[in-house]
T-cell receptor, first 113, second 115 residues
Framework: AQTVTQSQPEMSVQEAETVTLSCTYDTSESNYYLFWYKQPPSRQMILVIRQEAYKQQNATENRFSVNFQKAAKSFSLKISDSQLGDTAMYFC??????????FGKGTKLTVNP | NAGVTQTPKFQVLKTGQSMTLQCAQDMNHNSMYWYRQDPGMGLRLIYYSASEGTTDKGEVPNGYNVSRLNKREFSLRLESAAPSQTSVYFC??????????????FGPGTRLTVT
């Protein structure tokens, strides 16, 4: 069974600085998808970024980028120029050719003014 | 489009009571899901439905039943609520195939407390 591990339960960063959230996963498959979801205090789950395992290029969405290391089974999220609105829980998720996603336990990020 | 909607937003039950959480999506998605979110546990899959007329168990199905009423609606029923079912429940849906496989779209959640 696939597992997703987020080793940092909580992190904090100063506004305008850069922060990196870690995620590792375990799978024997070669073709899969990885996601980062954001959950602000409103509780709504919002997709931040996605990465297809067969693509070597790291995904980027504005201030959000990933460092995908397939051999190491690592998928970290970098947030540049952190903003107060980035304060949220961040969940890493893994998806295969099945219907299901497996989520990590989350990292609570606080951006301080 | 409203996306994924859930009712109710909040609910308090007494132990042993039953209730149904409702979920609907207007994006013509094939697959629908029910998760529960507990502090420090992330999201855990309760049940999912890959298409109208089919349902499958997820990681934590005990104490729950589901119905895929039609393509739009997927309900979650607690027959005899227990305090261990106190949680936030999320419904999600996703299209099959297309340009963004596997991405799931989430509803706003239902906070359920069982006393």
């Amino acid at each position: 069974a696939q597992t997703v591990t987020q080793s940092q339960p909580e992190m904090s960063v100063q506004e305008a600085e850069t922060v990196t959230l870690s995620c590792t996963y375990d799978t024997s498959e070669s073709n899969y998808y990885l996601f980062w979801y954001k959950q602000p205090p409103s509780r709504q789950m919002i997709l931040v970024i996605r990465q297809e395992a067969y693509k070597q290029q790291n995904a980027t969405e504005n201030r959000f980028s990933v460092n995908f290391q397939k051999a190491a089974k690592s998928f970290s999220l970098k947030i540049s120029d952190s903003q107060l609105g980035d304060t949220a829980m961040y969940f890493c998720a893994f998806g295969l050719g099945s219907e299901k996603l497996v989520f990590g336990k989350g990292t609570k990020l606080t951006v301080n003014p | 489009n409203a996306g994924v909607t859930q009712t109710p937003k909040f609910q308090v039950l007494k132990t042993g009571q039953s209730m149904t959480l409702q979920c609907a999506q207007d994006m013509n998605h094939n697959s629908m899901y029910w998760y529960r979110q507990d502090p420090g546990m992330g999201l855990r899959l309760i049940y999912y439905s890959a298409s109208e007329g089919t349902t499958d168990k997820g990681e934590v199905p005990n104490g729950y039943n589901v119905s895929r009423l039609n393509k739009r609606e997927f309900s979650l029923r607690l027959e005899s609520a227990a305090p261990s079912q106190t949680s936030v429940y999320f419904c999600a849906s996703r299209p099959r195939g297309g340009g963004r496989p596997y991405e799931q779209y989430f509803g706003p959640g239902t906070r359920l407390t069982v006393t």
